[in-house]
């Protein structure tokens, strides 16, 4: 198992230019770390769509390296998206999911069948060729740099201690509307080469 | 159903083409009824990349992403699958305010009335409720208001469904598998 935060200050240091999308519970720790909020889609909302989201920009903007970060109960809603993004052809899209068993954004309840499912298995079987699990942050550490400079659809599963949290409405970070103007407004400015 | 007495008159190919004049680049999309017709002219079509998803839900989510991303979707699915889609419509339109454009095939739609089949009786009333601006297209001259709805999204913030009925009732384009 490890932190979120521990596995994000990996992630940024190897992000470069990328559209970074942390779903739900995710947000906070990425929000803390992240050094180009600009390039960040805080995602709430639509709960288990930010693969689909994510799927978009990467087909919107191929020159972009887009990584989604979702929960284990947000991927279970939309599974069939792995599907999707591997139909599609996409090769600039890398999927995290974070598993840690429960629904953190409403208190921690299991998931079904907590523990006795592999999501990198179901992955692979999507069509994903690459596929990994991570049990620990320094295996984690070691790999990040190899999976995000190999082209995509990468998929990993992420062993993470939940971060336990209740619906706020009020809270600081910036609204979904806000990150994804910022981010239409960043890609725009920085148009696709050829 | 759709009313025998009531013909919808909308030429599969004047769709595609009014599509592809807005400047339409994706289309996130999943068959319905009506789409056997223009399936294969939409593939056809150089100007626009379909995007097949599993299930209805994902394909706002992905026109938004292709909205930040600098391109012009247009959400192609059946009104039963819109009923699914609801968190999506929530989460994309009221959230990200971003202009989303659905074409809808209303399943049961019938001009009389008297729709005998439950998804047309609740398309209107669901869309009425998101407040989303309704386009019938239900004639050849209505395709001519495909552009204008993305002006109606991008002014509004809200979603703007282009109505088009099943294919029970709009002619079979040449060619076009059944």
Not at chain 1, 6 to 11: Q, W
Not at chain 1, 47 to 61: D, E, F, H, P, Y
Not at chain 1, 62 to 85: A, E, Q, W, Y
Not at chain 1, 171 to 190: G, I, N, T
Request: glycine share 10%; charged share 20%; hydrophobic share 40%.
């Amino acid at each position: 198992m490890m932190e979120v935060s521990a596995a994000f200050e990996v992630v940024e240091r190897y992000r470069g230019d990328a559209v970074v999308i942390p779903c739900q519970t995710a947000r906070q720790p990425w929000f803390d770390v992240s050094q180009r909020p600009e390039l960040d889609i805080l995602f709430r909302g639509a709960m288990g769509k930010g693969t689909s989201l994510g799927l978009g920009i990467a087909l919107g903007r191929p020159d972009r390296k887009v990584i989604v970060f979702d929960g284990d109960g947000s991927l279970l809603m939309n599974l069939g998206s792995l599907v999707t993004i591997v139909g599609s052809g996409v090769q600039n899209l890398y999927v995290f999911v974070l598993e840690n068993g429960v629904y953190a954004g409403t208190g921690g309840q299991p998931i079904p069948n907590r523990g006795g499912l592999s999501f990198s298995t179901i992955a692979k079987g999507c069509g994903f060729s690459v596929a990994e699990d991570f049990d620990d942050l320094d295996t984690f550490a070691g790999r990040f740099p190899e999976l995000i400079a190999q082209p995509g659809p990468v998929f990993g599963t992420l062993r993470t201690h939940p971060i336990i949290s209740d619906y706020n409405p009020d809270e600081a970070m910036p609204h979904l509307f806000k990150s994804c103007a910022d981010v239409r407004q960043a890609l725009a400015d920085a148009p696709e080469e050829g | 159903m759709v009313s025998k007495t009531h013909a919808f008159h909308v030429t599969p190919e004047k769709v595609v083409r009014k599509i592809v004049e807005a400047g339409v680049t994706h289309i996130p999309y999943l068959p319905g009824t009506e789409r056997d017709t223009i399936h294969n002219l939409l593939t056809a079509a150089p100007e626009l990349t379909l995007v097949p998803v599993c299930r209805e839900g994902e394909t706002m989510a992905i026109a938004t992403g292709l909205i930040i991303g600098g391109k012009k979707p247009m959400v192609m699915i059946q009104n039963t699958g819109m009923f699914e889609s609801g968190d999506s419509i929530r989460g994309f339109t009221y959230y990200a305010r971003l202009p989303l454009v659905m074409m809808i095939g209303y399943r049961g739609w019938v001009l009389d009335g008297q729709a005998r089949d439950s998804a047309g009786i609740y398309t209107q009333p669901i869309l009425d409720a998101w407040r989303a601006t309704s386009i019938p297209l239900v004639t050849d001259e209505d395709l001519d208001r495909i552009p204008e709805a993305y002006g109606i999204a991008e002014e509004t913030g809200r979603p703007v469904a282009l109505l088009l009925p099943d294919d029970a009732s709009v002619p079979k384009a040449s060619g076009a598998s059944s």
